[in-house]
């Protein structure tokens, strides 16, 4: 946890371009982005991934879901559609273990190589 760069993240030990925060979750620019508009959205609460998930994160895990559908609708992405997800562990392709769902979109505004 000592190590973790989301919390890190958290705590404003690093930087981050946010898009949302609240008392229980933050919402940053991926560094290295992965579509147009690419967010990840986050508890503060350190998981490392869905197995450590516990019952009593139940209200932040649904909350998530809600700030999802806020940082799209201002990112505009809303009505054209994205997709969420989340890698979970290794063999998913997690490379940060502090869970967090990734929001991707904004395709059809992107800039067209192939004209
Ligand atoms: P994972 O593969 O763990 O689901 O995804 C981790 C994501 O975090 C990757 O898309 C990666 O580009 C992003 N990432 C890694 N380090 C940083 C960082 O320091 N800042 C930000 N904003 N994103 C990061
Ligand atoms: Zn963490």
Redesign the pocket.
Known sequence: MDEC?FCK?VLGQ?P??FVYQDDDIIA?????P?APIHL?VMPRKHRESLKDIKREDQEVLGKLLLVVQKVAADAKIAEDGYKVFI?SGHDA????FHL?L?VLGGWKKAPRWDV
């Open positions: 760069i993240i690093l981050a371009k940053i620019k991926d560094i290295h992965k990840l890698n392709g997690q490379i940060v967090h990734h």
